[in-house]
């Protein structure tokens, strides 16, 4: 009876006060599924995105027995199963718990950990944090230390990023971040509430550069030592809204406890709030949880905590560009993008097997919708992105899905008024025939399949980028600066600073069915929404400046490709 019962609303006060939640999230897991116009929507919890080959099998196989055979990668590096069945509930669980995908039943929503996919892969970086995540993990589903006990009550939105220092995910605004530094530590820090109305957050000109005067500043050690040095060497990470307090230095060895430990600090400063909040920066002002106050709730647990004062925010470090990413030792790493962050029963099946075959047994999936495959040689590594772009993944930095995202939409969604995926799949395959007709005006256009838009379009825009072929001299170019590429998330809460696109290139693009826009990412981009069946409006939306009614333009689904060309700049 109780799920029948209407939900209680938000609550939203006057002034600057924070609203109150009336009920939990309603983000799905792998045990609590979600209904959608396709059939239940199940979203598996993959920590730091990190699954072994065998994990990826399983995952397949039951998403094509269960679900209707595709698979998303969302925002968090979480995995989709979209057209589960009435009823398929119990056995999704068992096969999940069989592969050692649903460890605790009591944490299946709060186990939302992103990790820099690269970590340990590329010689960048001061820490492999893919320790890290394990023993985050194992601590957020052990109840048994009695510090630990409240965090099954986390929010299915609450998020963890551990950056190996290179400045990636540490961008992606989560609740609490751990950042890897050059002496053998970590920053712990905590997101902090929203501004107020009238308080201004720090801009983007002014968060450009860390100069000496107001690079991060230590205090002594509470024995009276000195800090190692080395924070010079951490990544400048731009992050969205003010901080509540400054950093916290902590050991390697305390920094996954240290972590937890924010998040029960957070949960303590929501009940005293009495706002039910899901993230940190929801808390209100005066119950934001402090960088004094975590470091006593560390103290008493035994983990010695430093105050470190936060300077301005610098760059932050782009997401891995597709192909292959030389590393030490001779061995190469495999960076592949989804188009729409959506994979094929057979797309899936290849990558499992390329997995296997590179040796490391491991798929890495990452926040911007894509997957590290790691441990070629340069030869496999260059081999295996072949493999996968004949298959119509990307893999080659100069592909016209980077940088393009778009919702669920028809027939998945019931409030989308466009099969906007379908729609988002034509644009591409316009955009890559302009491209392609420029290079090669002989050729015969690639026509779209009807039945299958978003595969053929993936072989047109592949056909458009040097065959979707990474050129011979890739393995060599470093495979880590540029070629963002992402759609925001699906479902999976939007996080701030999602890149889509690479830093001065043309603006990202996110194509919504409706106007909640879900999964639209932050910062300036290009809004296309369905107005009809097959129209949209497009405009620029995202900055102070913008005037998205005044300068939107109507076209019809067939002159999206023109119009979002135009409001990108790359006409």
Not at 23 to 45: E, K, T, V, Y
Not at 261 to 267: I, N
Not at 395 to 424: F, I, M, Q
Not at 443 to 453: E, F, G, K, S
Request: hydrophobic fraction near 35%; include cysteine; charge should be negative.
């Amino acid at each position: 009876m109780l799920a029948a019962m209407p939900l209680p609303p938000t609550t939203t006060p006057p002034g600057d006060e924070t609203p109150v939640r009336g009920r939990d999230d309603a983000c799905p897991g792998a045990l609590r599924l979600h209904p959608a116009d396709d059939g239940s929507l199940a979203r598996i919890r993959v920590p730091g995105g990190l699954l072994t080959a065998c994990q990826a099998r399983a995952v397949g196989r039951l998403a094509e027995e269960l679900g209707d055979g595709r698979l998303d990668i969302t925002s968090r590096g979480n995995l989709q199963v979209r057209g589960l069945g009435a009823g398929c509930g119990a056995e999704l669980a068992a096969r999940l718990r069989a592969a050692g995908l649903l460890p605790s039943d009591r944490h299946d929503r709060v186990r939302n950990i992103v990790a820099s996919p690269l970590s340990g892969l590329d010689g960048r970086g001061h820490a492999d944090v893919t320790a890290w995540v394990r023993e985050l993990d194992t601590v957020l589903c052990d109840d048994t230390p009695t510090e630990h006990e409240e965090l099954s009550g986390l929010s299915g939105r609450f998020l963890f990023a551990l950056d190996d220092g290179r400045g990636d995910v540490a961008a992606l605004g989560a609740d609490v971040t751990l950042i890897a530094t050059p002496d053998g530590g970590a920053l712990l820090r905590v997101e902090g509430p929203l501004p107020c109305p009238g308080v201004s957050s720090p801009s983007p000109s002014s968060a450009a550069t860390t100069h000496p005067e107001t690079a991060p500043r230590r205090t002594p050690r509470t024995d009276g030592s000195a800090l190692p040095d080395g924070d010079a060497g951490v990544a400048g990470v731009a992050t969205d809204g003010p901080v509540a307090g400054g950093d916290l230095w902590v050991r390697s060895g305390d920094a996954p406890r240290a972590a937890a430990l924010a998040a029960v600090e957070f949960l303590a400063k929501a009940r005293e709030s009495g706002t039910r909040a899901w993230r940190v920066r929801e808390l209100p002002a005066r119950h934001a949880v402090t960088a004094d106050d975590l470091a006593a709730r560390l103290a008493d647990a035994g983990i010695e905590a430093v105050p470190v004062e936060r300077g301005p925010a610098g760059a932050s470090a782009a997401p891995p560009a597709p192909g292959p990413v030389p590393g030490p030792h001779g061995r190469h790493a495999l960076s592949v993008v989804l188009p729409l962050g959506r994979v094929s029963a057979a797309q899936w099946r290849l990558l499992t097997a390329l997995a296997s075959r590179g040796g490391a047994d491991e798929l890495r999936m990452t926040p911007w919708r894509g997957v590290v495959l790691p441990g070629f040689s340069p030869a496999d590594a260059r081999g295996a992105a072949l493999e996968l772009s004949d298959a119509g993944l990307v893999t080659a930095p100069d592909s016209p899905w980077l940088g393009v995202g778009a919702c669920t939409g028809r027939p998945g969604c019931a409030k989308s008024l466009a099969d906007v995926r379908t729609d988002t799949a034509r644009m591409v395959s316009g955009t890559a025939r302009t491209v392609a007709d420029a290079a090669h005006p002989v050729d015969a256009a690639h026509p779209v399949d009807a039945a299958h838009p978003v595969d053929a379009a993936q072989r047109v825009a592949g056909a458009s980028s040097g065959g979707g072929r990474p050129r011979g001299d890739l393995a060599g170019d470093g495979g880590t600066d540029g070629g963002r590429c992402g759609d925001g998330r699906t479902g999976d809460g939007r996080t701030g600073g999602d890149p889509l696109s690479a830093g001065p290139g043309p603006l990202p693009v996110y194509v919504s069915g409706c106007e909640r826009r879900c999964g639209h990412p932050g910062g300036r981009y290009v809004d296309a929404l369905a107005t009809g069946d097959t129209a949209y409006r497009v405009t620029v939306r995202g900055a102070e400046d913008d005037t998205p009614e005044a300068d939107s333009v109507d076209v019809t689904a067939e002159q999206l490709a023109g119009a979002v060309a135009a409001a990108r700049g790359t006409t």
